[in-house]
């Protein structure tokens, strides 16, 4: 069989420039690729002697480290499972997973190997004492050889959230890590040259696969960080030519008054995702460092989508053309719209995830005819095929029967003086079935920008249809947002859900 194991398409990168820096970590180590090779195929045996086999899953709660990405490849060599979890989880929220999953192996932090859960294999991501899976490894001869996988086999699972109810496995295959991979490195130009600045989490589709699996295949250096720290991110700035971030980042880099264009001027390219980001925070950034912030789209389910271009027009709050190989449709209750129309954003492409773990009813359910997938998110096309999302479906607020998307409200309050964020949610109203909610954020106090007062907030919303406006603003010191800056509107509907009442 021809082996189509995406470790394949690092696997050159490593072998041919091992001696390169590859991860540049706060503690001023310098990991090459040879380096990470060879760890990686030390714990691919370890994780063989184990008892691992080819399509059994590895479960990964670890904080972000070198060792964490040795762990990832390791599992790709070995032709495993890869299964990130979050490190906020909580071992009950863990146990959950651990029972889903059936993982043949469990790595943890030392921390958290007291409350793992039963069932399999347990391991902790150290390089000290006995028993440790780094320990395994230096014992174990490497497993260099790469296991023969079929296009269609899993190499990932990524559990989503889990807001509406209990948490999916979403399913990716080696198709999917690798179409998704060369579509990125192909539209944003990324080169072996490229140095690129990572302090996202790397138990997300983001930090993992986007930023990684690109500069893997590449050779990029990577500075590492733990975590978005403004001051560590604008020190390791003048080194980089490629940032990928949340909004958030981008937010607390303005948030600094004296940031300028000085400390990007070695960058060519800031990337945005994995929540909306405003068109105020996109103007804003032009403005003080003369760059444009490209805006992408993407999901667990479906890698990356959408991006605006590397050469062209970067448009301000939306997130721009479907990338090569992958196809984008906007439809109402299963039919296509046309251009400019709002509905139900869907996809279809070698991107697409293969389905909902062990949730064959879910995965039909979202899946529509000739393979396109309901993403969920409501949005349209323009003439030529630019993607402006409106929000999630399931934000969606009817009033009176009529629909009102929350990014309409969002964005005229969010560009208000004074207004750091905004949300915008729904909550139950006896005669109008619903009623829109305003959740608000002061920007810090200066006099020229006092938080503006309900009648000048009511008076921004004059242009908006009555039903639209929101009968109810409320306020709080920042908004509740998961681990990778997506602000929590359940939360906020639970907080909020006796607004009417």
């Not at 069989?1 to 470790?7: D, L, P, R």
């Not at 062990?358 to 005819?369: I, N, S, V």
């Not at 810090?444 to 249809?465: K, M, N, Q, T």
Request: charged share 20%; aromatic share 8%; proline share 6%.
């Amino acid at each position: 069989m021809k082996n189509e194991n995406f470790f394949q398409l690092i696997a050159g990168g490593l072998a041919a420039r091992r001696e390169k820096s590859f991860l540049a970590t706060p503690d001023n180590r310098v990991w090459t690729f040879g380096d990470i090779d060879a760890l990686s195929a030390k714990i691919a045996r370890a994780l063989v002697d184990a008892g691992a086999r080819p399509g059994d899953r590895v479960a990964a709660q670890v904080e972000k480290s070198a060792e964490n990405v040795a762990l990832y490849l390791a599992a790709l060599r070995a032709g495993l499972v890869y299964l990130p979890l979050n490190t906020a989880y909580t071992p009950q929220e863990i146990d959950y997973f651990i029972k889903d999953a059936e993982p043949a192996i469990f790595v943890c932090d030392p921390a958290r190997a007291e409350n793992a859960a039963s069932g399999p294999a347990t391991f902790t991501l150290s390089s000290q004492g006995a028993g440790t899976l780094i320990d395994a490894a230096r014992r174990a001869p490497p497993l260099y050889d790469i296991e023969p996988r079929y296009a269609d086999d899993l190499a990932a699972i990524l559990y989503t959230s889990g807001t509406t109810g209990r948490s999916k496995g979403a399913m990716l295959t080696h198709r999917n890590l690798s179409s998704n991979a060369l579509a990125l490195i192909d539209a944003w130009k990324i080169e072996s040259c490229d140095v690129l600045l990572h302090a996202l989490p790397i138990f997300h589709i983001h930090g993992l696969f986007v930023a990684l699996n690109t500069a893997l295949i590449k050779t990029c250096s990577i500075i590492f960080l733990p975590k978005f720290d403004v001051g560590a991110v604008r020190r390791a700035l003048p080194g980089a030519t490629l940032m990928m971030g949340v909004p958030t980042f981008y937010a607390r880099l303005l948030a600094e008054n004296d940031f300028s264009a000085d400390e990007c001027a070695g960058v060519r390219l800031f990337i945005s995702g994995s929540a909306p980001l405003t068109a105020e925070t996109h103007r804003a950034f032009e403005k003080r460092t003369g760059f444009k912030i490209l805006e992408r789209y993407g999901m667990s389910e479906a890698g990356m989508i959408a991006s605006n271009p590397l050469a062209g027009d970067r448009v301000a709050g939306t997130v721009g053309y479907a990338l090569a190989g992958v196809e984008l449709r906007v439809c109402a209750n299963g039919a296509p719209l046309a251009p400019g129309e709002t509905g139900i954003v869907e996809v279809r492409g070698a991107n697409v995830f293969k389905g909902y773990w062990r949730m064959p009813e879910k995965t039909a359910r979202e899946f529509r005819g000739g393979g396109w997938f309901s993403t969920g998110d409501v949005g349209f096309l323009s003439e030529d095929g630019r993607l402006t999302l409106s929000g999630r479906a399931k934000d969606l607020i009817i009033v009176g029967g009529m629909n009102v998307y929350p990014k309409e409200i969002e964005d005229i309050l969010g560009a208000l003086p004074g207004i750091a964020e905004c949300a915008v949610i729904g909550a139950a109203h006896a005669d109008m079935g619903e009623g829109v909610v305003a959740v608000l954020v002061p920007a810090p106090a200066r006099a020229s920008d006092p938080p503006p007062d309900e009648a000048a907030l009511r008076d921004a919303l004059a242009g908006l249809a009555r039903f639209k406006q929101p009968r109810r603003f409320y306020w709080l010191d920042a908004l509740p947002r998961n681990a990778m800056g997506k602000v929590q509107k359940q939360v906020l509907r639970d907080m909020y859900a006796d607004a009417f009442a």
